[in-house]
């Protein structure tokens, strides 16, 4: 498509556009009396007015049926959780009982290295991306000191990070393989980030999963970034578990409630350790209260305690929109949005002459999302306190990395040339 930097250009893609009529099921905070342009739905995306209601629903439940609510509520609380084993599993590719919601998303991480990282003498490394996401890096940290007091292995050698070329921004996938056969044999897990929070690359989960496999390695993926954004596959690539939270692309509510993955070939699988709690309990037998454990035979088994219910209402409000709209429809867009705002930002960078800024995200649609990450030349966080106050709210990286992630769902293509307008007054006034 040939794009123009011109307003009715942008408003005739919106006239286009199948999803237009979803921006208004949202709520915008306002600058200025004027509705933001929302730049930060990879980080929390916006309330679904629809939200509300569902939450409404469970402290009515709760005023109205008290402790009888667990049975009698028309969305009963003991079972909430299963409502989104359809709607999720369509979302990140699995079979329904391949996937449920609990805890947040550095918690699951960690129970599911419990299952999936069982370090020996021999096989102990980890194999993750360079600047992991910190939650992740300390996540790995703690797991290896924890293991390698009990295994004996060195902790100073466990983890193995796949590094950028010098120069460059993203890591190639040919690195990543070179890394999987150099640590060969030794290889106990991969974990990595599904899509680069920093830099907003995909990695390409299903040519890495084979590779890690071939070595006997477990493969798991942080899927925060991911997950409501990109097409995924799991159990067809064959992921031996994976985890995301919600509250990003999701768009559920702030610390909100994680989603899990845990591959089917593994349900069965009763030597796999796993630190268990009534929840993960066979369904039938749960209230009998007995005294050995019997997991559930599915993602449903890693569960542990009874669900907060206050906290899956907005997440099942979110998981039903994507149910009614499909991760495809949400993808075409994604494509023809994020391909627009890099055309203003060139477009902008040209009519300044001034070689402002550079888009870090990887330019081959394949290995990039909803977000563009721009490095400012020339430029520190005085623009990014300047477009905030323009009503134009972006995420801050240091040293001076903003983040762009125009969510498919509520932004407009007219948002993205407005906010070529303003970014460049920014600029010219600074
Ligand atoms: C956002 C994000 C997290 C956040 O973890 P929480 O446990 O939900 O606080 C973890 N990992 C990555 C890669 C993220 O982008």
Redesign the pocket.
């Known amino acids: 498509m040939i794009f123009e930097n011109t307003r009715n250009f942008a408003q005739s893609l919106d006239a286009q556009d199948e999803l237009r009529s979803y921006r208004d099921e949202f709520i915008f905070p306002q600058v200025n009396g004027k509705q933001v342009i929302y730049f930060t739905g990879n980080?929390l995306g916006l309330q679904p007015k629809r939200t509300k209601s569902y939450i409404d629903e469970v402290m009515a439940d709760w005023a109205n049926l008290a402790v009888e609510g667990h049975f009698y509520a028309d969305k009963p609380w003991w079972d909430y959780h299963e409502r989104f084993a359809v709607p999720l599993s369509d979302i990140v590719g699995a079979k329904p009982t391949e996937v449920t919601v609990m805890n947040?998303?550095?918690?699951n991480l960690h129970l599911l290295m419990v299952s999936f990282y069982r370090p020996t003498l021999k096989k102990f490394k980890i194999i993750c991306e360079e600047k992991?996401?910190p939650?992740?890096q300390y996540m790995f940290q703690s797991q290896i000191d924890f293991q390698s007091k009990s295994v004996g292995f060195d902790p100073k050698e466990a983890l193995v990070e796949i590094k950028r070329r010098e120069g460059e921004h993203n890591i190639r996938l040919e690195d990543v393989l070179a890394k999987i056969d150099e640590v060969g044999e030794e290889l106990a897990l991969v974990l990595i980030?599904g899509v680069n929070?920093y830099t907003g690359q995909v990695f390409d989960m299903k040519t890495i999963t084979e590779a890690g496999h071939k070595y006997g390695a477990y493969v798991g993926w942080?899927l925060?970034?991911a997950a409501g954004n990109i097409k995924l596959q799991l159990n067809d690539w064959k992921v031996d578990f994976a985890a995301w939270?919600s509250?990003?692309y999701m768009n559920s509510g702030p610390?909100n409630a994680?989603g899990c993955f845990v591959h089917e070939m593994h349900h069965n699988d009763s030597d796999l350790p796993r630190f268990a709690g009534w929840w993960g309990h066979n369904k039938e037998r749960r209230f009998k209260m007995e005294p050995k454990f019997d997991p559930v035979r599915g993602a449903e088994g890693w569960q542990i305690s009874n669900l907060p219910i206050l906290s899956l209402a907005p997440y099942l409000a979110s998981v039903e929109m994507f149910a009614e709209v499909g991760m495809d429809k949400l993808i075409a867009k994604r494509d023809v949005l994020t391909s627009y705002l890099e055309f203003i930002l060139q477009e902008i960078d040209k009519e300044l002459e001034s070689a402002e800024f550079e888009i870090i995200t990887p330019s081959n649609p394949d290995e990039r999302a909803c977000q563009l990450s721009v490095y400012l030349h020339g430029q520190g966080r005085e623009l990014f306190d300047r477009l905030m106050k323009n009503g134009v709210i972006t995420d801050w990286r240091e040293p001076n990395v903003i983040r762009l992630a125009p969510a498919p769902f509520y932004c407009s293509f007219e948002d993205m040339y407005e906010f070529g307008q303003i970014l460049k007054q920014a600029i010219l006034n600074k």
Do not use: I, P, R
């Open positions: 980080s947040t998303l550095t918690v992991a996401f939650s992740d980030g929070y942080d925060a970034h939270c509250y990003k610390g994680s």
